[in-house]
């Protein structure tokens, strides 16, 4: 099959001896993806089901990065009538990954963080260099990683971890990230290509029929958290275009610290507020509200 790469401008994509590459080919924003990049990633992977003697699926990315996660120059464009849109194609390009009947895997050259470390969850298989380095950095830019990581992090790596990974942004090195389970193996920095090209090789020696059932079989409970993927996306659609959020975007692209704080204060004096006008019944000493205040009849 020939290369498909000239329809392409976010991502490389190639099919060698069975093996599809798909390479995000943004390396001066460290792959970060915008929404072509999706769409993008998205049909290259829908592609491969027309050719049933591809065998795997990887994914990386060019230079020192395998993804930053999502461009916040699309996603600062975002709000919550538009969230869809950049919503949808996330939870499009994981369930075609989950979707397809080979095996998908993630091979992390480098930085994997963010939406960029969705990606990699939602693959079947991860391989790392030494060099690599995984993180959740939603709490550190006002997002909300929604569309994979609360669903997925804590089925690996339990839920005290997975929210010590969320909430307080910790990364974890390759070589922490295999021991704990959050990938498969990691490799040093010069056997990455070849050890991905060994697991390939065992993956096309194997049965196509069993992998794709068997896929299919262990995928059978994780496809019931689709309904978390929908409400999540519900969770990340408030969030987007927010005061909050976008102070901490802006903070990023500006390399600043971002003042979070400023929004919390101003939710203290808002519920000031509402308390001082009597909005608790329950303060101690005060008298009972009239009846018709509380709706008695």
């Known amino acids: 099959?020939?290369?498909?790469?000239?329809?392409?401008?976010?991502?490389?994509?190639?099919?060698?001896?069975?093996?599809?590459?798909?390479?995000?080919?943004?390396?001066?924003?460290?792959?970060?993806?915008?929404?072509?990049?999706?769409?993008?990633?998205?049909?290259?992977?829908?592609?491969?089901?027309?050719?049933?003697?591809?065998?795997?699926?990887?994914?990386?990315?060019?230079?020192?990065?395998?993804?930053?996660?999502?461009?916040?120059?699309?996603?600062?464009?975002?709000?919550?009538?538009?969230?869809?849109?950049?919503?949808?194609?996330?939870?499009?390009?994981?369930?075609?990954?989950?979707?397809?009947?080979?095996?998908?895997?993630?091979?992390?050259?480098?930085?994997?963080?963010?939406?960029?470390?969705?990606?990699?969850?939602?693959?079947?298989?991860v391989v790392a260099s030494d060099r690599a380095i995984f993180g959740q950095t939603g709490a550190k830019v006002g997002a909300c990683p929604t569309v994979g990581a609360t669903q997925y992090i804590p089925r690996l790596i339990g839920d005290r971890l997975a929210k010590e990974m969320i909430f307080l942004g910790r990364t974890f090195d390759a070589t922490e990230a295999a021991r704990i389970g959050l990938i498969n193996k990691v490799v040093p920095h010069d056997d990455l290509l070849a050890a991905t090209l060994q697991w390939c090789a065992t993956i096309k020696a194997n049965s196509g029929q069993t992998i794709r059932a068997t896929k299919t079989s262990i995928n059978a409970e994780s496809d019931m958290l689709y309904s978390s993927w929908r409400h999540g996306m519900e969770l990340l659609g408030n969030i987007w275009g927010t005061p909050e959020a976008l102070e901490g975007m802006n903070a990023f692209l500006e390399k600043r610290s971002p003042d979070f704080w400023q929004f919390r204060e101003k939710a203290k004096a808002a519920v000031a507020g509402y308390l001082a006008s009597n909005g608790s019944s329950e303060v101690p000493g005060a008298s009972p509200a009239p009846a018709h205040a509380s709706g008695a009849t």
């Not at 001896?17 to 999706?38: M, S, Y």
């Not at 998205?42 to 065998?55: E, G, K, N, Q």
């Not at 990954?97 to 939602?122: K, S, T, Y």
């Open 1 to 125: 099959m020939a290369s498909d790469a000239a329809q392409y401008e976010d991502i490389l994509f190639r099919v060698e001896d069975g093996v599809a590459w798909l390479t995000l080919n943004r390396p001066k924003v460290l792959n970060a993806f915008r929404e072509q990049t999706l769409d993008e990633i998205m049909h290259a992977l829908r592609s491969t089901r027309d050719d049933p003697t591809i065998v795997a699926v990887v994914v990386t990315g060019t230079g020192r990065s395998f993804s930053a996660g999502g461009d916040f120059h699309a996603m600062m464009r975002l709000d919550r009538a538009s969230a869809g849109h950049w919503n949808e194609r996330m939870l499009g390009v994981a369930m075609t990954m989950r979707g397809l009947p080979i095996p998908v895997i993630a091979m992390v050259n480098g930085w994997c963080m963010g939406g960029g470390h969705e990606l990699a969850l939602w693959c079947d298989l």
